[in-house]
């Protein structure tokens, strides 16, 4: 928290996204006190349009101007050959006027500390803090100075969080990823590219189908984008936002245009101002900042969240695309024309879309049309206005404005006024980018790019460790000769309460959420089991302070050795590399970390989306009961538009998990990993059958032991 440009009140940082020097200029033109920008391909934008180093500096200069500060987004999660050009590229930012790094690879942050140690380090959301264990995490082992957490918590949680006396920024407006950030494979595993990576296909804003078991349709809601969230809007919430504590209100929007941002953060702006000067925009004002919001792109806005929420109310489920704003009802039809009464005001150049309900005699077959019409005419709300419309469209049909020329002409000359500025500014347009930083000239024991694979590569074959779903599984593997450990979710365990498991000889996989709810469960899995499997840092922090012997899997994502040797001497026993990692990929890592530190899934289910968002509520209204609902019990699929099945399970606190069609098979890549120093394999029985299981690992011990045995001759 930081006084604002002179304002008495304290309020929040309003951080501003920008895809483009011109987005930026629109930030600061509109009042936005920081702004985030991304430079080269390590960032989570991959498609947005490159910005030079010198642009980027002489844009640094300018906001400087302003008093707004600049941080530069390096958040995916780095590979292994990745890392040295991003400490680079990280140095020259810096020294071209950035105040501050975004970053989410957890070997990346450590990294950056030690070179540059001035540096001031932001978490990203990627990194899945979602309560007050994975903030205090984060700021001692990173040294972040400021953490993101997740769209999903609720503004209490969201206080639980800054109380912790860790700078918390949250997201307050923009598009949802309907998965937990950092936790979606769908887009590598199906697509070939990775959401981590900042390449995301929105595999999300497709369309799809639910089915059961014999392929019948359970989907009851209007509309087949199952996995389609609106945006998140949080204006009505700022009050709440403030007394909780946050130190900054983030607005996503990196591959916006310019007058997006322009207008998101102007609304924002205003809100805080009467804010501030205690006079907080409430009732018809209030109504009015939504629909000035909704004269840019949106999916249709949502609070859900932020209270608490995340049903059907968090869903776009008709449309994925730009729904704008209502502005009136079609009132009469005329020859190749309509007559609109306007409940909002509009202007000549306007787009209106006219969300068409068909005549009463219209053919079952025949698709609703939501045309695109000019609007010619300035009028305001409570007037009638002619617009041509060639459709045929029937009276009582709502319009929306879904592009409005206003908008477009303010943000225009804000941003021509901001061009016109830096270039007449001197000490802006001869800005060239400084010398190097000061960095420490050496790292610690942990941070070692050179690292190579110790002694004892070939003492021993990689161990071969299995997943199990029932407690006759885990007694028969516990004592199966081919099997190292018995592993079992933590999801499967509440699913069968009653049922005796031989958790003194198992590991129990955590699942990959651990908001303060969950806690409770993973302080007694961790005082219960052998050992636990962290995928979240909240969870790992919680590992450590109850002294359980650990191991750590994705999303806490190992991409590097340096993250890799981070977990090791925090103490995790394995370190499971993520599923998304190619052959080559997994060698560089393996080969580069501790012997026999690291473990790859070798067949099994491979999970694409872990959602909050209960997927079951497609079929119609829940009651809440997660842990009591039939739907659960039986098989559902997400279906894709080529045919292609997903399973799909929903765990007893409502959570969706969606699996990929075929399982991940690395069966090929054994002669290319065996020999590198891997430490385990691991087969998951989660989608497979007691015989297909025991099939599987006979398979692969066998392969395994001749490869082995070849290595060593």
Not at 458 to 473: F, G, K, L, N, W
Request: glycine fraction near 8%; include cysteine; hydrophobic fraction near 45%.
């Amino acid at each position: 928290m930081h006084e604002n440009r002179g304002r008495p009140v304290r309020l929040p940082e309003l951080l501003a996204p920008a895809g483009s020097v011109d987005a930026l200029l629109a930030a600061v033109a509109a009042g936005a006190d920081a702004v985030y920008i991304g430079l080269g391909a390590l960032n989570a934008r991959a498609a947005a349009r490159p910005v030079a180093l010198d642009d980027f500096a002489r844009a640094c200069s300018c906001a400087h101007a302003h008093g707004v500060r600049v941080y530069v987004t390096e958040n995916v999660y780095m590979r292994e050959s990745e890392l040295e050009d991003a400490c680079a590229l990280a140095q020259r930012a810096m020294a071209a006027g950035a105040d501050a790094l975004i970053v989410a690879d957890a070997g990346f942050a450590r990294l950056v500390r030690c070179r540059l140690p001035e540096v001031e380090l932001h978490l990203s959301t990627q990194a899945g803090v979602v309560s007050a264990a994975g903030a205090r995490l984060a700021a001692r082992e990173f040294g972040v100075e400021r953490v993101t957490c997740a769209r999903e918590l609720s503004v209490d949680e969201i206080a639980a969080l800054c109380a912790t006396g860790v700078d918390i920024e949250v997201f307050c407006h923009g598009a949802i990823c309907i998965c937990y950030s950092g936790a979606c494979t769908f887009s590598a595993l199906r697509r070939g590219r990775s959401a981590n990576r900042g390449d995301c296909t929105q595999p999300c804003r497709l369309s799809y189908d639910l089915v059961d078991a014999q392929g019948g349709s359970r989907v009851q809601v209007t509309g087949d984008r199952l996995l389609c969230p609106r945006d998140y809007v949080s204006v009505a919430h700022l009050a709440e936002l403030v007394r909780a504590g946050v130190a900054a209100l983030k607005i996503e929007g990196r591959m916006k245009n310019p007058d997006y941002v322009y207008n998101v953060v102007r609304t924002y702006r205003a809100a805080l101002d009467a804010l501030a000067a205690g006079a907080p925009m409430e009732g018809e004002a209030a109504t009015a900042l939504l629909e000035q919001l909704g004269r840019s792109f949106n999916r249709g806005f949502t609070d859900a969240y932020l209270q608490g929420a995340s049903g059907a109310e968090l869903m776009s489920f008709e449309r994925a695309i730009n729904q704008g704003v209502r502005v009136g009802t079609v009132v009469e039809r005329g020859h190749h024309e309509v007559v609109i009464e306007l409940e909002g005001a509009v202007g000549a150049g306007d787009t209106l879309e006219i969300r068409t309900i068909l005549p009463a005699d219209a053919a079952a077959d025949v698709p609703a049309r939501w045309p695109l019409v000019p609007c010619e005419v300035d009028a305001a709300a409570g007037e009638r206005i002619r617009v041509r419309c060639k459709r045929r469209v029937a009276p009582g049909s709502p319009v929306y404005l879904t592009a409005s020329a206003r908008v477009r002409a303010d943000a225009n000359g804000a941003v021509a006024a901001m061009r016109a500025e830096l270039e007449a500014d001197p000490s802006v347009c001869d800005r060239s980018v400084p010398g190097a930083m000061r960095t420490t000239g050496e790292a610690p024991a942990h941070v070692s790019a050179a690292a190579k694979p110790g002694p004892g590569l070939r003492d021993c074959p990689p161990a071969v460790s299995v997943i199990v779903c029932t407690p006759a599984e885990a007694r028969a593997y516990r004592d199966d000769p081919r099997v190292h450990r018995v592993y079992v979710r933590a999801s499967t365990l509440v699913e069968l309460p009653d049922v005796s498991w031989p958790l003194s000889g198992m590991t129990v996989i955590l699942d990959e959420v651990c908001r303060a709810c969950d806690e409770a469960r993973v302080r007694a899995w961790c005082r219960a089991a052998s050992a636990v499997v962290c995928r979240n840092l909240g969870a790992l922090q919680i590992a450590l302070e109850e002294g359980a012997t650990f191991e750590v899997a994705a999303p806490v994502s190992a991409t590097n050795s340096e993250t890799v040797r981070w977990l090791r001497d925090l103490g995790a026993r394995r370190v499971w590399l993520p599923d998304e990692l190619s052959c080559d990929e997994l060698r560089a890592v393996i080969e580069a970390a501790p012997t026999r530190s690291c473990g790859a899934l070798a067949y099994g289910a491979a999970q694409l989306m872990v959602c909050e968002h209960c997927l079951l509520t497609a079929e119609g209204a829940c009651d809440g009961d997660h842990a009591a609902c039939a739907r659960r019990r039986a098989q559902r699929f997400l279906v894709e538009a080529d045919g292609t099945r997903l399973p799909v399970r929903v765990d007893a606190h409502g959570r969706t998990r969606i699996f990929n069609a075929s399982p991940l098979d690395r069966r090929d890549m054994l002669g290319a990993l065996v020999g590198t120093g891997i430490g385990s394999l691991l087969v998951d029985g989660e989608l497979l059958d007691e015989d297909e299981l025991a099939c599987v690992l006979d398979e692969l011990s066998c392969e395994r032991d001749r490869i082995w045995r070849a290595c060593r001759a």
